[in-house]
């Protein structure tokens, strides 16, 4: 907060109490729209995270210590008035009394006119003694009234004191008397003068004083340093409030996210559960596919060696035909047994075939 004010008045006061938070608004926006253009993602803005902040306790805030601050200016103010009515009253009544003294400054040289006219009219030289002698009265005058022209106290010599005392001895002339007089008269004027004097002391006097201890007090430095301390708490305290929701939805933030990892990871064990499912159902599948194509190789397998059986059969037969082993009742009993010699044995071709060379070369031996 800013406050300026007149060197003259207190009505040449100007506060400024918005202008800098409405500064430093204009400078933040800057400095974010500046972040967002360079991609500076270490900044983060209040609306950007969609934070549901409590704009009106913040406002009421701001609008409750900018209220404050404001009180304690007007007070400062106040004080201020009473000293600058005060001085004015001073002032005022200091420009009275000038008028006043020049008014019987007036009187008094009117009256010095007329004691030159007087002068002229008896006819008495400037230097003579009759116009010193009147000079002295005229000051022991002035001693009586207590004052002179100048303001000050006169003071009588010895000598003056005995020059006076044969003045009065011998009497006044008519001059004198007239003059003395006119002389009265000017007294008035001269003892108002020094009242006038004494009265303008005092309220300068009062005037430095009032100055010193509004100097001393300073009230408005005083009040301004208050209002900015309350303002800058007030701020502190509205950054606290931001920055306790941004910590809040932060916090929010995260534990969704959590739960959302949670769930991810539930569901993708679930997947796995059941991709581990299928899997055991493929290679089940395989395993019975294998097991067919075992069994059906082992069937192809029994009705190749079958078929190699009876072809074997055939040649032996064969062999033994052409070797005139046998009639047909042995032929058709030794081919009942070689089958059931076979079937038991399971003979290989090799075998077979080996049987076969002996039981021809035993035909022909």
Same mark, same amino acid.
């Given at each position: 907060m800013r406050i300026q004010t007149g060197t003259d008045e207190s009505r040449n006061q100007a506060i400024n109490v918005n202008g800098a938070s409405a500064a430093q608004e204009a400078q933040t926006a800057q400095t974010g729209e500046k972040a967002q253009k360079k991609g500076d993602t270490r900044t983060i803005f209040a609306g950007d995270l969609g934070l549901c902040m409590q704009t009106d306790l913040i406002a009421? =805030?701001? =609008?409750?210590?900018?209220?404050?601050?404001?009180?304690? &200016? @007007? %007070?400062?103010?106040? &004080?201020?008035?009473?000293?600058?009515?005060?001085?004015?009253?001073?002032? %005022?009544?200091?420009? #009275?009394?000038?008028?006043e003294k020049d008014a019987n400054w007036e009187e008094i040289e009117k009256r010095d006119g007329w004691k030159e006219d007087l002068r002229r009219t008896y006819g008495v030289a400037e230097d003579s003694q009759e116009q010193k002698d009147l000079k002295l009265l005229e000051k022991e005058q002035d001693c009586i009234n207590g004052v002179g022209r100048d303001g000050r106290q006169p003071v009588l010599t010895e000598e003056e004191k005995g020059r006076l005392a044969e003045i009065h001895e011998n009497g006044l002339t008519e001059y004198q008397e007239r003059c003395m007089a006119i002389d009265a008269q000017q007294g008035r004027f001269e003892r108002s003068n020094a009242q006038i004097d004494e009265e303008s002391r005092a309220y300068n006097a009062a005037i430095r004083s009032t100055k010193l201890e509004r100097l001393k007090n300073n009230e408005m430095v005083k009040a301004q340093k208050k209002a900015d301390i309350v303002l800058e708490a007030a701020s502190r305290e509205v950054v606290g409030m931001l920055a306790d929701e941004a910590k809040d939805y932060v916090d929010q933030k995260f534990e969704e996210q959590v739960e959302e990892?949670?769930?991810?990871? @539930?569901?993708?064990? *679930?997947?796995? /559960?059941k991709s581990e499912q299928r899997q055991e159902k493929a290679?089940?599948? @395989?395993?019975? &596919?294998? /097991?067919?194509? #075992?069994?059906? =190789? /082992?069937? *192809?397998?029994?009705?190749?060696?079958? @078929?190699?059986?009876?072809?074997l059969e055939e040649e032996l037969l064969a062999g033994m035909a052409e070797a005139g082993i046998g009639g047909i009742g042995a032929t058709r009993e030794a081919q009942s047994d070689i089958k059931t010699m076979l079937h038991k044995m399971n003979l290989l071709d090799e075998d077979l075939k080996g049987s076969i060379v002996e039981a021809k070369l035993e035909a022909y031996s």
């Open positions: 009421q =805030k701001k =609008k409750s210590a900018q209220k404050q601050a404001l009180k304690m &200016i @007007e %007070d400062a103010w106040d &004080i201020d008035r009473k000293f600058d009515k005060s001085l004015d009253g001073y002032r %005022d009544r200091l420009a #009275e009394l000038a008028a990892a949670k769930k991810k990871a @539930e569901e993708k064990a *679930e997947q796995e /559960e290679e089940e599948l @395989e395993q019975r &596919i294998d /097991e067919t194509r #075992e069994k059906r =190789k /082992e069937k *192809e397998d029994e009705r190749k060696e079958a @078929e190699e059986r009876a072809r």
